[in-house]
């Protein structure tokens, strides 16, 4: 019932004298529904036909009406309705209320009189008198707790204010009366999209919402098993389809038609084993169009033709690290060797190399599927994604589809220099070559009339809470888990797949693999869900962190906001440290020397002495953050675009140059230190989930952000503890250490140097009385020697 899109969204902003049909669908292959532009009387309508055949009207379930628009209108009340069902398992699981706010209550939820929902097992309830609405008004659910919940994609009565604001329309004159429900006689092959003809009107009736109601669990794609080749294509809305199998070497090029079953499922068991034949369907509707494999596991190329692949499960044996253990790099595949394989990678892997000596435990790779390209020769970050089981054809070194074997032995290698492999996946739109347009748009694809969601801002934002999208979803996730082991996922764009979305996958992936490691970028251009994903499985992107820090080493922060984030966020957006992916640099934007630099046109390539020490400060502030520490390949030693900003196709300015590792070692070294130190004995003080109410103990500067920050102060860790000290500005600053003797302390690292074993001799000025002085723009790190 959560698919009846565009049942009247476009009567909106039609002035109608009487009821006039906008629009009819199916729901069934032999029921659907006719929409009215406002509340009709069932001996009113005049006769329809189907393909001559007489349709039965009859009244639509009110209670059904209700739980896709939130509403409906029962003997002169309105009824809101809020179904469990639509609820994350997050808000299901949250104890107390949910309330009804609008533009009728001047949307305050916690007035004199609240309009509190009463819960039964399958819905939340409230009923008020109609009289107590205007004709038209909006609102909204929410949970007490200030949640507020959006109406879900599909809701009809889906509107969007002029400030973005999301929110249910209420319409007296549609109580869910405009609605009729239509039955006919027998069922009709709805692919051939048969037509109403309703009084002197002809309708093409709507065929989505009957195929967004389909789900199969049949293999899909194509497969081979006791000396036989199947092939499976979902498909419903397609009245006919093939498959064309050929292999030039040794003469073969034939063609075989496909069935459909009554789930949209075609296909077709052939005889014999195809293994690295090549293969592509063929679909008939307004004309033939060749279409790749969705399912497809190998590509000669992004554009096709698939590759029949014999696969085999990887034997894993490689202890994925904990969250609270994870120091990621972020990194694509050209970058680091500017070469263009997996071999090279692998290669590089292989040796002393600069990955390795970083000692960073975890590589998160930007997108390796089929993206769009001409060839392997035009560089790309891998965002336009063309298929979700194929690694990129041109990352392969050998023959067609040795990008298979050349991904797992890349993997294999990782694992063997104990680097966990996470993949940066793009569910929420498709680039130009994705085959999924081609077979099926509107039901991929999410749309109002012909109008395509674009909050991705590439322009066909994917509906991933169709079934079988979800599937496809779902089974590309766990392809990549079984057949390449890799360790886990960073979910590009998030918030457009969905919370519920999102928590099937963890749900899914996690019975597969129990410590697999799931990422969120919790935003698009339409929202932001890392509130929504508190307390779920899911790690994000911390943005507020990354903005925050650059401010604070600028001198323009305070002391609050640096101790919310030195706390791993779990003040307010995570339920504990480890959901926190703390970054100030990722590939997309500016690099950080590039945003921090004093120089003009944001281009830090030949950055200041200011800028080098406002970033040392930056890296020691988020090593020891609570939570996950990231970086990008490159800004340990100080990468600069050269004040480009957007550089998803400029691998001249992406590829990291080893010359600046060389010439700025020392930054690297700094960095280095920093996570020895989190790999060290003293690390688990910087890896609580939940740090106690005293576990920190900050000392304060005089009209000034410079802060000193105590771990462990409680002893709630065991006895080691760490002390942090920071001075954003540049004049220096002096506080004073109540109650904290010198005496165990050893200094480790100030603005420019890094020593595990101890600085000698220590810079920084401590006296016995406790007097700190910190210099200007500097920072420093003591451990209590126990």
């Known amino acids: 019932m959560a698919n009846y899109l565009r049942s009247y969204r476009s009567c909106e902003g039609i002035a109608v004298e009487s009821p006039i049909l906008l629009n009819a669908f199916w729901?069934?292959?032999?029921?659907?529904?006719?929409?009215?532009?406002?509340?009709?009387?069932?001996?009113?309508?005049?006769?329809?036909?189907?393909?001559?055949?007489?349709?039965?009207?009859?009244?639509?379930?009110?209670?059904?009406f209700a739980e896709v628009s939130g509403y409906c209108v029962d003997e002169d009340f309105v009824c809101f309705r809020l179904a469990c069902s639509q609820l994350s398992?997050?808000?299901?699981?949250?104890?107390?209320?949910?309330?009804?706010?609008?533009?009728?209550?001047?949307?305050?939820?916690?007035?004199?009189?609240?309009?509190g929902l009463t819960r039964d097992k399958s819905a939340l309830e409230l009923k008020i008198p109609a009289s107590c609405f205007p004709e038209v008004s909006y609102f909204k659910f929410v949970h007490e707790s200030n949640l507020w919940i959006n109406p879900f994609e599909e809701s009809p009565n889906r509107v969007q204010d002029n400030c973005g604001h999301?929110?249910?329309?209420?319409?007296?004159?549609?109580?869910?009366?405009?609605?009729?429900?239509?039955?006919?006689?027998?069922?009709?092959?709805?692919?051939?999209?048969?037509?109403?003809?309703?009084?002197?009107?002809?309708?093409?009736?709507?065929?989505?919402?009957?195929?967004?109601?389909?789900?199969?669990d049949r293999p899909l794609g194509c497969w081979m098993e006791d000396d036989r080749t199947h092939f499976a294509l979902f498909a419903p809305r397609i009245p006919k389809v093939e498959v064309h199998i050929f292999n030039k070497q040794v003469n073969v090029d034939n063609v075989y038609p496909l069935q459909v079953d009554k789930e949209g499922v075609w296909s077709v068991d052939l005889p014999g084993n195809y293994s690295h034949y090549c293969y592509e369907f063929f679909i008939y509707s307004s004309k033939k169009t060749k279409v790749v494999d969705p399912y497809a596991k190998a590509l000669v190329s992004p554009q096709g033709p698939g590759i029949i692949m014999p696969l085999t499960a990887y034997a894993r044996n490689f202890k994925t690290p904990r969250m609270r253990d994870l120091t990621i790099l972020e990194g694509h595949v050209r970058d680091i060797t500017g070469k263009s394989s997996f071999n090279d990678l692998s290669k590089f892997l292989r040796t002393d190399n600069y990955l390795t000596s970083l000692h960073c435990n975890a590589l998160e790779l930007l997108p390796i599927n089929e993206y769009d390209a001409l060839d392997g020769k035009e560089y790309h970050w891998g965002y336009m994604p063309a298929h979700y089981f194929a690694p990129s054809s041109f990352y392969?070194?050998?023959?067609?589809?040795?990008?298979?074997?050349?991904?797992?032995?890349?993997?294999?290698?990782?694992?063997?220099?104990?680097?966990?492999?996470?993949?940066?996946?793009?569910?929420?739109?498709?680039?130009?070559?994705?085959?999924?347009?081609?077979?099926?748009?509107?039901?991929?694809?999410?749309?109002t009339g012909e109008i395509f969601s674009n909050f991705s801002g590439c322009g066909n934002d994917f509906r991933a809470e169709a079934p079988m999208a979800k599937r496809l979803i779902l089974d590309s996730l766990l392809h990549f888990l079984n057949v390449y082991g890799v360790d886990g996922f960073r979910f590009d764009l998030a918030e457009l797949l969905g919370v519920s979305v999102l928590e099937e996958i963890a749900q899914s992936l996690k019975a597969v693999k129990s410590d697999v490691i799931l990422i969120a970028e919790p935003w698009s251009f339409r929202s932001h869900v890392a509130l929504d994903l508190k307390g779920t499985d899911y790690a994000c992107w911390n943005d507020g962190f990354r903005d925050f820090i650059l401010q604070y080493v600028r001198g323009q922060g305070n002391v609050d906001g640096l101790k919310y984030f030195i706390k791993g966020s779990t003040d307010f957006l995570c339920e504990t440290a480890q959901q926190s992916i703390n970054y100030t640099e990722s590939h997309d934007d500016h690099c950080w020397?590039?945003?921090?630099?004093?120089?003009?046109?944001?281009?830090g390539e030949n950055f200041t002495v200011k800028d080098r020490r406002r970033t040392h400060c930056m890296f020691a502030i988020l090593y020891l953050s609570l939570g996950i520490p990231m970086i990008s390949a490159g800004q340990d030693f100080l990468k600069s675009k050269k004040g480009i900003r957007n550089t998803y196709n400029r691998e001249d300015c992406n590829r990291l140059d080893y010359l600046r590792l060389e010439q700025f070692a020392g930054t690297h070294a700094y960095v280095k230190g920093l996570i020895e130190l989190r790999k060290s004995t003293y690390g688990r003080l910087l890896k609580t989930g939940h740090p106690s109410a005293h576990y920190f103990k900050y000392f304060y500067a005089k009209n000034s952000s410079a802060l000193v920050i105590l771990y462990n102060a409680d002893h709630s860790e065991g006895n080691r503890q760490i002390l942090f000290a920071i001075n954003p500005h540049e004049t220096p600053v002096e506080l004073f250490l109540k109650d904290i003797s010198l005496d165990p302390f050893v200094q480790i690292a100030d603005t420019e140097r890094f020593c595990l074993k101890g600085l000698n001799p220590c810079m920084t000025p401590w006296t016995q009385e406790g007097m700190l002085n910190l210099p200007s723009l500097s920072c420093a790190i003591w451990i209590s020697n126990v």
């Not at 398992?89 to 309009?115: C, E, I, M």
């Not at 051939?192 to 919402?209: E, V």
């Not at 050998?398 to 993949?423: P, T, Y």
């Open 27 to 64: 729901e069934t292959t032999s029921s659907g529904v006719l929409c009215f532009s406002e509340d009709v009387h069932l001996r009113e309508l005049p006769r329809g036909t189907i393909e001559g055949d007489p349709i039965v009207l009859k009244h639509f379930s009110k209670v059904k």
């Open 593 to 603: 020397i590039d945003r921090v630099t004093e120089n003009a046109n944001c281009n």
């Open 396 to 447: 392969a070194q050998g023959n067609c589809g040795s990008q298979v074997q050349d991904f797992q032995k890349l993997i294999e290698v990782c694992h063997a220099k104990g680097i966990a492999l996470i993949l940066d996946v793009v569910y929420n739109h498709a680039g130009i070559f994705n085959s999924l347009q081609k077979i099926d748009k509107a039901y991929y694809f999410r749309s």
């Open 89 to 115: 398992r997050k808000l299901k699981q949250l104890p107390g209320n949910f309330y009804v706010a609008g533009d009728f209550n001047h949307w305050s939820w916690q007035g004199t009189k609240p309009l």
């Open 166 to 216: 999301v929110n249910f329309q209420l319409n007296l004159r549609q109580t869910s009366a405009h609605w009729v429900a239509f039955q006919c006689a027998h069922s009709y092959d709805l692919s051939m999209q048969p037509w109403l003809q309703f009084g002197n009107r002809s309708i093409r009736m709507d065929t989505l919402p009957w195929a967004l109601q389909l789900y199969s």
